[in-house]
């Protein structure tokens, strides 16, 4: 079965690095998504993406974060200036349309010391 | 708006007892798509079941049930026969059907931990 491919499935960075969070979705898919999940909280909407522009984003997504798929292929989640709260699992998912569920990635822990 | 409240943060059975996971959600769409999530301990996302609003049949998955209530905006998740391997944290979560303009996110509520011992 097609699999949302995130990586790493780990990353660990210094308080105010940028970080690059990988997805690979799965190839017929149409529309992107990162959400975020700080430990032991509710999963919450970052952005989506479609038809290579942002359609919807979260009052979270602020100038702090970027997305962009680079090469048709890849889609990724940029976050500049790292934080300590910005520490969180982020999935990335898709979907073929808006008549269909959602494939998941297996998510990236990112870790800001 | 859309909203999901798991207003159970928190169950824990002896195995093979049934348990009940609630889900209440709000949403103005008049057409929309409910989802189950199980989220083991590894932190990965499993989807469970997806629900659409035009169907309020109740499902049975093997020892998994769903139950739709449109009138009460209510889609509960019950587990018979639980088993240790049930532990996780469940999710259930909201999105509008079909072409909305925007992104079509998931809302997810809050999440039940359910805890099953021996």
């Known amino acids: 079965e097609p699999e949302v491919t995130q990586t790493p499935s780990h990353q660990v960075t210094q308080m105010g690095q940028e970080v690059i969070l990988r997805c690979v979705p799965i190839?017929?898919?149409?529309?992107f998504y990162w959400y975020r999940q700080i430990l032991g909280q509710k999963v919450e909407f970052l952005v989506s993406f479609y038809n290579n522009e942002i359609s919807e984003k979260s009052e979270i997504f602020d100038d702090q974060f970027s997305v962009e798929r680079p090469d048709g292929s890849n889609f990724t989640l940029k976050i500049r200036s790292t934080k300590l709260e910005d520490s969180a699992m982020y999935f990335c998912a898709d979907r073929t349309g808006p008549f269909y569920g959602y494939t998941f990635g297996s998510g990236t822990r990112l870790t800001v010391v | 708006a859309q909203k999901v409240t798991q207003a159970q943060t928190e169950i824990s059975v002896v195995e093979k007892e049934d348990v009940t996971l609630d889900c209440v959600y709000e949403?103005?769409?008049?057409?929309?798509?409910l989802f189950w999530y199980k989220q083991p301990p590894s932190g990965e996302l499993v989807f469970l079941i997806r629900r659409n609003s035009f169907d309020e049949q109740n499902e049975i998955s093997g020892r998994y049930s769903w139950n739709f209530q449109k009138s009460t905006s209510s889609f509960n998740f019950t587990i018979t026969a639980s088993q240790v391997v049930d532990s996780a944290v469940y999710f259930c979560?909201?999105?509008?059907?079909?072409?909305?303009?925007?992104?079509?996110?998931?809302?997810f509520g809050t999440g039940t931990q359910l805890k099953v011992e021996l």
């Open positions: 190839s017929n898919h149409l529309y």
């Open positions: 979560a909201l999105t509008p059907r079909g072409l909305t303009g925007g992104g079509n996110k998931l809302t």
């Open positions: 949403t103005r769409d008049t057409t929309y798509y």
